[in-house]
């Protein structure tokens, strides 16, 4: 993208609706609407594409500037792309394709259909051909998958001008010219070199000579995730990817770590909400789509809920005799289901950002320990209050006594104990299974907790109340 482009900077008066776009397409207006997207960022003419009928697509397309026009396309969400491509002569295809870099292509090949995935490799050249099956080969959470082949790899005995040379003659291709890789003669990695340092260098300088040597990459196999978090820990623009014998195959730029950390995040707040992740705009997704994202999750947490309901009907006689019990219920679920959702979303949180790993559940456990019985000790003694105060001396309830107060204190203070044991474990325990963690997340931590919250109520009424 040109600096123009950077520089660009949004008005009220810069910003073209989706009305407007209509409009001018409906009235055949091309010139003025080719004068308004001018100097429009990609990422927003993207959008429009989005929001217009998609018989508008491919007259929208034509006036596009060509040399962003590519780049527009990327940022189309997937039903403009399929649109575009079906109405793409092979010609119009093949032109268009040329202008992506191969891993934009293995995105948008991802998400067509087989038919449409099948023509954009057809149309593609042989050499994009052999690069793009390359990367489809990887698995689709590694770090191959999403990389660009697209490198510039220089050698440790060329000067600074002659990589300057290379450089000039390749840049057009590559997906970042920012910062450059060394290799010997068999392609293995053994150093970086930035524009910066070949720039304030003098031109008979050696790379060997001048080059950084100790460099962070990762394996094509390496989760996306943890490359990602590479990138973003060492403050890096482009991250080099190795095969087992660590020679080059590609990098992951700094713009594929960002969708791979939104994606993520996106995928763990909706499994956080007991909801089916799904890439569809809450826009654009059918009501039966979204109602498919969700009654898995409610089934299966209504059908767990069934334990509180079957532990109430075991304790009926107990309630019917101390029938004050029952208006603690809803306080004490309440309060051990966010004690316990606290604990897991903190360490999810940390999961998700490699602050913690699977081997320190015995570190967690100790300190989630100590949290809950400062929490525990809090609530119990506010609560104990709480019910002498209001419900036994200003509501006047005389079944509420000192002893129901304390039965309600200690099983709270228990119930958050608990809350925050399993809410800090159970992640750890689904990241070691090979589960997402953000399945062990609110919804699943308060049925949980839920369960064992009536169990410990009622046994600690049974065993001071004699019920």
């Not at 949004?10 to 010139?31: F, G, H, Q, V, W």
């Not at 934009?104 to 099948?118: H, L, N, Q, R, Y």
């Not at 490699?354 to 100590?370: A, H, N, P």
């Amino acid at each position: 993208m040109t600096e123009e482009k950077n520089e660009w900077k949004e008005t009220e008066e810069d910003i073209l609706s989706a009305d407007e776009a209509l409009s001018l397409l409906e009235e055949k207006r091309y010139a003025a609407l080719r004068a308004r997207i001018a100097d429009l960022p990609a990422a927003d003419i993207g959008i429009l594409f989005s929001e217009i009928p998609t018989e508008y697509h491919r007259v929208f397309y034509r006036l596009l500037p060509k040399e962003y026009a590519a780049e527009i396309f990327v940022e189309m969400d997937n039903e403009a792309q399929e649109s575009l491509i079906s109405s793409f002569s092979d010609g119009e295809l093949q032109e268009m394709l040329s202008e992506l870099f191969y891993d934009d292509t293995v995105d948008i090949i991802e998400e067509m259909p087989a038919g449409v995935a099948a023509r954009i490799l057809k149309n593609s050249s042989p050499e994009a051909r052999r690069a793009i099956n390359q990367l489809l080969r990887y698995p689709s959470d590694s770090a191959g998958s999403i990389m660009t082949t697209e490198v510039v790899a220089l050698r440790r005995d060329m000067t600074v001008d002659q990589a300057f040379r290379i450089i000039r003659q390749v840049a057009i291709d590559k997906e970042t010219i920012y910062t450059c890789y060394v290799t010997d003669e068999a392609r293995h990695l053994i150093g970086v070199v930035s524009a910066k340092t070949l720039l304030i260098s003098p031109l008979d300088a050696v790379l060997g000579d001048i080059m950084e040597d100790r460099v962070i990459f990762v394996n094509t196999l390496t989760d996306r995730e943890e490359a990602a978090r590479k990138l973003h820990k060492y403050d890096l623009l482009a991250l080099p990817v190795v095969d087992t014998e660590e020679r080059l195959i590609g990098i992951i730029t700094v713009d594929d770590a960002i969708d791979v950390i939104s994606e993520e995040q996106e995928a763990d707040f909706s499994m956080m909400a007991a909801i089916t992740p799904d890439e569809t705009p809450y826009s654009r997704a059918s009501v039966f789509s979204i109602w498919k994202s969700r009654i898995p999750w409610l089934l299966i947490l209504t059908l767990t809920a069934t334990f509180t309901g079957m532990i109430i009907s075991g304790f009926e006689s107990a309630l019917a005799t101390c029938v004050a019990l029952t208006a603690f219920i809803p306080m004490l679920m309440g309060t051990g289901g966010n004690a316990g959702s606290q604990a897991s979303t903190t360490v999810i949180r940390g999961l998700s950002l490699g602050e913690i790993e699977t081997g320190d559940v015995l570190r967690v456990l100790w300190k989630e320990l100590r949290v809950s019985l400062l929490c525990a000790v809090s609530l119990a003694i506010v609560t104990f209050g709480k019910v002498m105060l209001i419900d036994n001396l200003l509501l006047q309830n005389p079944e509420v006594t000192l002893t129901v107060a304390v039965v309600v204190a200690v099983t709270l203070a228990l119930t958050v104990v608990c809350a925050k044991l399993l809410g800090c474990s159970l992640p750890l325990l689904a990241k070691k299974v090979g589960l997402d963690p953000a399945v062990m997340a609110n919804p699943f931590i308060t049925t949980v907790v839920d369960t064992v919250s009536l169990l410990l109520y009622f046994l600690i009424a049974g065993s001071l109340l004699g019920i």
